[in-house]
């Protein structure tokens, strides 16, 4: 056991002192690598969107609203409430009136006492008629501007002022001046003023002071060298009302002609450069509506003339011509009318017009009825409404785009994977051709080809599609890249019977997820 | 005989197919009859020396640092453009990496042996910590979230952990033989000063990937369920921002606990022994002058992708939002001074020994920790070759760290009158560090005086005239 345990210790020791020298050498030969290379593989998530066919056209369509019907349908609405708006100024309007005030001439009581103590101060009211418009019974003017022109010969200083009214003592601005007389010079003065005045009014009725306007004269004359003489001076006073703006007229007022240029609208949306393809869509209850205000006091009639469509330049054998006649407004409100032009308009749509033309006639008055006004704010308007809800058919739109990019560098990539995933609840298909293109629109790699992105579905039982996308191998050609081709073709799905077009209800959506799986290496 | 074969080869089949790890100090048991600071690990194993002194500084110190995945092959290894080698080393690793470090400085020892009692008073300085890395912790920057390196694209990271302690325990112990000398108990009371502590406590957190294996990216959730980093001692006192001299100090000093050992020794034969010890079994009190506890409430987030609707419409994503929001309401909670208690890692040692001669002994240790409700084990098998007092020398092959190859060696030298000490658990590591995993090293200079066994030995001799021992001791 001795002599074992001897050997078996030399043993180990010998072993020991073998493998630690063998082992400590190689120590010295460890040498780290010269690089590191690092290839981690990385999925992310991109995209998480669910969004409605609603969503989608609230954000690009701007102006135009979009309501659901009973059955919860998406309806499109395009609404113009001044397609054709003129306000009653634009036909009526109150001419430039000038009134001639009686001269003022001192009488002989005056002129005694001038002579007698130097001086003489005259009050003087005058009352002068406002011409009667053509027709009219009653004017409410809202402003306008006055101008008056003053004369006088006296030999002396005269202190000169006026003052005016309507005949419902609503006052006008007057005017005052002092006329300094020098000796030896010739004594005609002349002073123009002008100003502005606003709300007064005139009635043109049996009684007559209520067309008139009063003026107010105080005058003091005072002597400079010599005495007047009665009958050989005066003052002479001209005043003007002109650019007034009426605030309301009543009476008869003449009949207008409304008149405007043939109008010609583009219609050919499908036939834009980015848009091919052998269209076919049918919509099945497109409405279209007319909206006429009238706030005058007259009637109007509105006469479309030659509503033609047009197909490859074709007119419509039967263009369309309509009249319609607004009664005239209670004053203070508005009258308004509405006309459906619904089966025309689904007929005009489907045919799938390149454009259409028409023109608006019309004629306020045209019964020339006797009594009416205007007022200030009376207008006349005529808009639209159009209301599409999205019972359709449609097959055949194919959408072609294209961007710029400006290469891909995917030098340390080895792979990416894309992976598009839908789960689709409206009744729309969707076929997505994608190819990324050099310089010269070559191919360098196909993306999808005709992949269907979306399948049509239903809110009861949408539909879930997933891809996946692949670049991988050499991806180094990518540098080549300078577009991105896209062809989309969108279509509806096939209805269900009885119907023979699908329904897009509000709530239908689109579930759409994006994800990259990619991976790179890096070299340390 | 065979109960005991049996049930030794079942602890070791099991062993083999665990990935254990540990820390434990075998080699000291296999020198347990002349290392006095053996007497640490079953204070009911007498040394032969009647009178056991260590100074500070010299009686020793043994450091251990060992982790389970990886070693120097591996880590130069290259592939075969040159580069480092990845691949090499992550498929190395394993479900859990594990990183231990451990020190012991014995600042004093004092042991006296009676007729039939050992009485020993010892300081002793421990600093250990523990860091467990899962292998996704590694797969996911390496390989990244769509690699099939991780399981149906989980990265599942509660499996990360860690602990570090120091502490300074001062400890006396007393043992003695009872059933006229067939069995030997002792126990050691210990008094604990803690100086440092910091884990990540029940640290449950996982991102996964969905996706299927052609496509992985559909969606990212990231999952973690509340969980506590808690400081104590310095620290405690350093995350507090307590930089003063007098809070250094205080932070060092200010933590208390106790401990306690118990072991026992049956001579179930002459030739068979049995032997058994506990250690380990106490607490320290973290004093709430220097504590802090961060917690980092629950957080769920799953990114699926931005909306692109918001995109089309040129608004903010909502989903930016979102996570700013999600961030910004976790509400990580600094809370200091809350004292707390840790238990000290508790180890068991339970083996049998065979006298294979006078000189040669077998023995088969099984060593077990009690860690955060697991117990770990290690499994040894000890041969050991006394040369009376003077020369003690002992080889061990333990099952521990996951692999069945870790062999320990160690010998005590008693050169009048010092005992020099050497001795390693991991003696792979040492015989070829290219390979090896680890450091693991006592050494240290004992006083030591006297041996109960020289009477014995000298009547040996004088009855069979041989010169099997050589006895240096002072007596």
């Not at chain 1, 001269?103 to 101060?121: K, R």
């Amino acid at each position: 056991m001795k002599k074992i345990s001897r050997k078996y210790r030399h043993f180990i020791a010998l072993f020991l002192t073998m493998s630690m020298a063998g082992c400590y050498s190689e120590l010295q030969d460890l040498e780290l690598g010269e690089g590191f290379q690092w290839s981690p593989e990385l999925g992310v998530p991109l995209v998480d969107s669910e969004f409605t066919l609603k969503d989608i056209l609230e954000t690009e369509a701007a102006g135009i609203n979009f309501n659901t019907d009973e059955r919860n349908t998406i309806v499109i609405n395009i609404t113009e409430d001044s397609l054709f708006s003129q306000s009653a100024s634009d036909y009526f309007s109150l001419n430039d009136e000038t009134i001639v005030v009686p001269p003022l001439i001192l009488t002989q009581e005056q002129i005694d006492l001038f002579n007698a103590n130097g001086s003489v101060i005259v009050i003087q009211e005058v009352f002068v008629d406002y011409p009667q418009p053509s027709g009219l019974s009653e004017i409410v003017i809202d402003r306008g501007n006055l101008v008056s022109q003053v004369e006088e010969n006296f030999p002396a200083d005269i202190d000169l002022s006026y003052s005016l009214e309507d005949p419902f003592n609503n006052p006008i601005p007057g005017y005052s001046n002092f006329f300094n007389y020098n000796v030896g010079e010739d004594p005609i003065s002349t002073a123009q003023s002008a100003s502005e005045f606003r709300n007064i009014n005139f009635q043109f009725g049996e009684d007559s002071t209520l067309s008139k306007v009063k003026v107010s004269f105080e005058i003091e004359i005072t002597r400079v060298d010599q005495d007047l003489v009665f009958g050989e001076n005066s003052i002479d006073l001209t005043i003007s009302f002109r650019d007034m703006d009426y605030g309301a007229l009543y009476g008869d007022l003449p009949s207008q002609d409304i008149s405007t240029e043939e109008n010609t609208i583009n219609t050919d949306f499908f036939n834009q450069d980015e848009l091919l393809g052998d269209i076919e869509y049918y919509l099945n209850n497109p409405q279209f509506k007319l909206t006429l205000k009238n706030s005058m006091g007259l009637p109007v009639r509105f006469d479309v003339n030659n509503f033609t469509t047009y197909n490859d330049g074709r007119p419509s054998p039967e263009p369309i011509n309509s009249a319609i006649l607004l009664p005239q407004a209670e004053e203070g409100s508005v009258a308004e009318s509405e006309t459906d032009f619904d089966s025309q308009f689904k007929e005009i749509v489907n045919s799938l017009p390149d454009s259409v033309s028409l023109q608006i006639d019309g004629l306020i008055d045209p019964n020339n009825s006797p009594r009416n006004y205007v007022t200030r704010d009376s207008y006349i308007q005529v808009g639209y409404e159009v209301n599409i809800p999205l019972e359709l058919r449609l097959s055949g739109l194919e959408i072609n785009e294209s961007f710029s990019i400006d290469g891909i560098d995917a030098q340390d990539t080895e792979y990416a994977y894309f992976k598009f995933t839908s789960t689709n609840s409206l009744p729309l298909d969707l076929v997505l051709t994608a190819d990324l293109l050099d310089e010269d629109s070559m191919v360098v790699r196909n993306l999808f080809d005709g992949v269907e992105l979306l399948k049509g579905g239903s809110t009861t039982s949408p539909e879930a599609i997933s891809n996946i996308i692949k670049l991988e191998g050499n991806l180094e050609d990518l540098q080549r890249v300078r577009r991105v081709g896209i062809r989309a073709t969108l279509a509806t799905s096939t209805p269900t019977p009885p119907d023979d077009f699908v329904r897009i209800s509000a709530d239908a959506a689109v579930k759409f997820n994006l994800a990259v799986q990619a991976q790179y290496t890096v070299e340390f | 005989m065979k109960k005991i074969i049996y049930t030794l080869l079942l602890i070791s089949f099991s062993l083999t197919n665990t990935k254990v790890f540990g820390q434990s100090d075998m080699i000291s048991y296999g020198l347990i009859k002349t290392l006095p600071q053996a007497n640490n690990l079953n204070p009911a194993i007498l040394p032969d020396y009647k009178f056991s002194m260590g100074f500070p500084g010299l009686s020793g110190f043994h450091t251990n640092t060992a982790q389970n995945f990886t070693n120097m092959a591996i880590l130069f290894s290259k592939d075969a453009e040159g580069n480092v080698d990845t691949d090499n080393i992550f498929n190395n690793l394993r479900r859990n990496n594990r990183i231990s470090t451990g020190n012991t400085v014995n600042i004093f020892h004092l042991g006296v042996r009676g007729t039939t009692s050992y009485t020993a008073f010892s300081i002793n300085t421990k600093f250990s910590s523990r860091f467990s890395l899962p292998r996704e912790l590694f797969a996911l920057p390496l390989y990244g979230n769509a690699s099939g390196q991780l399981e149906d694209g989980l990265a599942d990271l509660s499996r990360l952990s860690t602990k570090t302690m120091g502490y300074t325990e001062v400890g006396l112990s007393h043992g003695r033989e009872i059933l006229a000398g067939k069995m030997t108990i002792g126990v050691r009371i210990k008094y604990l000063a803690g100086h440092a502590y910091a884990d990540l406590n029940s640290f449950d957190a996982s991102l996964r990937t969905f996706g299927n294996d052609d496509f992985r990216g559909d969606s990212i959730q990231v999952n973690s369920n509340s969980f506590d980093i808690r400081t104590a001692g310095i620290v405690g006192a350093l995350v507090n921002e307590d930089n003063d001299q007098e809070d250094i100090i205080g932070s060092l000093l200010a933590n208390r606990g106790f401990g306690l050992d118990l072991g026992a020794t049956y001579d179930f034969t002459k030739k068979i022994k049995f032997f058994a010890s506990l250690n380990d079994v106490g607490f320290i009190k973290w004093g709430s002058n220097y504590t802090n506890r961060l917690n980092v409430p629950e957080f769920q987030y799953t990114f699926k992708g931005a909306d692109i609707v918001e995109l089309i419409n040129g608004e903010d994503l909502s989903v930016i939002d979102e996570i700013d929001s999600a961030i910004s309401d976790l509400d990580i909670q600094s809370i200091k001074n809350e004292s707390f208690s840790t238990a000290l890692t508790a180890k068991l040692y339970a083996g049998a020994s065979y006298e294979l001669s006078e000189r040669q002994t077998a023995s088969a240790i099984l060593y077990s920790e009690f860690f955060k409700g697991a117990i770990i084990p290690a499994f040894t098998a000890m041969y050991n070759f006394q040369g009376g007092t003077f020369f003690n020398f002992g080889l061990s092959a333990t099952v521990m760290n996951g692999r069945v190859n870790n062999f320990g060696t160690g010998m005590t030298l008693n050169l009048i009158p010092f005992q020099l000490v050497l001795a390693t658990n991991d003696l792979g590591s040492i015989i070829n560090p290219i390979k090896g995993r680890g450091v693991d090293f006592r050494f240290g200079i004992n006083h030591t005086f006297g041996n109960v066994n020289k009477s014995k030995s000298r009547a040996k001799k004088n009855s069979e005239n041989t010169i099997d021992t050589i006895d240096l001791g002072i007596d």
